[in-house]
């Protein structure tokens, strides 16, 4: 079992239409969580990070963890064509420096 | 100010050659990974420094691989030999890393350099 897993996608919405994009991880110490989006050729960028159940919200994009369930997604509302990229899932240990990568899901958003 | 600054971008190779990949991280960061990052395996971490340090280079895949960080603004990934199935890309992250009373760190954000996109023929 991976230590993050993601479904590798193509996701695609409409434009306006509400994201949804998960993941799961296995390592129940694993304590912050993020979300990268990595646009074709580029590299990975920070959008968002969470360390508490529920729910939170910057923007467009809206967090949501769940730790009983080892389950982190992340909302995109009112999706744009320039939200298609990849968006990568990580998970780390509040002791550790060890960032650990999902494979990424692609998003694309029809025009 | 900066990002993180790596060198080449692109580089093509013979199987067999010596390559040397570079990275300047940013200014006051004390973090510093290199990552690589392919279709098959997705981003997987090679080696980490703290403060100049290698702490976990449990990721580099075999003795072709070598990191060194001489000083607090360089970096090196070296692959000697290269082999076909080295091609991807490797990318370098540095952050800032702080530690809290409660044991807790900082955020943990990586930024991450342009990577250099690496072919072996």
């Known amino acids: 079992q991976k230590e993050v897993e993601q479904n590798s996608g193509p996701l695609s919405v409409p434009e306006g239409a509400i994201a949804s994009l998960n993941c799961t991880y296995s390592?129940?110490?694993?304590?912050?969580f993020f979300w990268y989006r990595q646009y074709s050729g580029k590299s990975p960028e920070l959008i968002m990070f969470?360390?508490?159940?529920g729910d939170k919200e910057d923007g467009r994009f809206t967090a949501q963890l769940n730790k009983a369930s080892q389950y982190v997604s992340l909302l995109i509302r009112d999706s744009q064509p320039s939200d298609s990229a990849t968006y990568l899932c990580?998970?780390?240990?509040?002791?550790?420096?060890?960032?650990?990568f999902g494979s990424g899901t692609r998003l694309l958003v029809r025009p | 100010d900066a990002g993180v600054i790596q060198s080449p971008r692109h580089e093509v190779t013979e199987m067999g050659q010596e390559v040397t990949l570079r990275c300047k991280p940013i200014?006051?960061?004390?973090?510093l990974f290199w990552y690589r990052q392919t279709m098959m395996r997705g981003l997987e971490l090679l080696i980490y420094?703290?403060?100049?340090?290698?702490?976990?280079d449990s990721g580099m895949p075999e003795d072709r691989f070598s990191a060194k960080m001489p000083n607090a603004s360089f970096s090196t990934l070296k692959i000697q030999p290269s082999e076909p199935r080295d091609s991807a890309v490797y990318f370098c992250?540095?952050?800032?890393?702080?530690?809290f009373g409660t044991g807790r760190t900082n955020t943990g954000e990586l930024f991450f350099g342009e990577g250099s996109r690496l072919t072996v023929l």
């Open positions: 990580a998970v780390k240990k509040d002791s550790s420096y060890k960032l650990i």
């Open positions: 420094f703290n403060n100049n340090v290698p702490i976990d």
């Open positions: 969470i360390y508490s159940n």
């Open positions: 390592d129940r110490g694993s304590q912050s």
């Open positions: 200014s006051g960061h004390n973090s």
């Open positions: 992250a540095s952050s800032l890393r702080t530690s």
